[in-house]
């Protein structure tokens, strides 16, 4: 089992920035590929980013490209978001997960998720 701990949203303006944070209990292996998810409710869990742990390779929905990085810090066993630029309609509830069969931006094939946390941004 891996637990996922997500924390940093809140509530920001249009154009703000904010920086997630998703910790693992234990150590992450380098076949293991970590997203961040965002959901509204009613709609499907979509990708937003995502990054290969091993070789470090970054992946990104086109509505966060360029104004979302993310990145990685072995040490702490954490993934983290920084969101730039925050637009209203990246409101939504982030989640972190893990999915230990690689590369995927599909959420039915992660194995764990963390309780996820709210960003909302006003106009």
């Known amino acids: 089992q891996v637990q996922l701990v997500e924390s940093g949203g809140g509530l920001v303006q249009a154009g703000d920035s904010l920086t997630l944070s998703c910790t693992a209990s234990g150590r992450i292996f380098s076949s293991t590929f970590m997203a961040w998810f965002r959901q509204t409710p009613g709609k499907e869990r979509e990708f937003a980013a995502g990054i290969r742990w091993g070789v470090g390779s970054k992946y990104y929905a086109d509505p966060v490209k360029g104004r979302f990085t993310i990145s990685r810090d072995s040490g702490k066993n954490t993934v983290y978001l920084e969101m730039n630029d925050l637009k209203p309609e990246d409101t939504a509830v982030y989640y972190c997960?893990?999915?230990?069969?690689?590369?995927?931006?599909?959420?039915?094939?992660?194995?764990?998720w963390g309780q996820g946390t709210q960003v909302t941004v006003s106009s």
């Open positions: 997960g893990v999915d230990r069969g690689g590369y995927s931006r599909t959420y039915s094939t992660y194995e764990y």
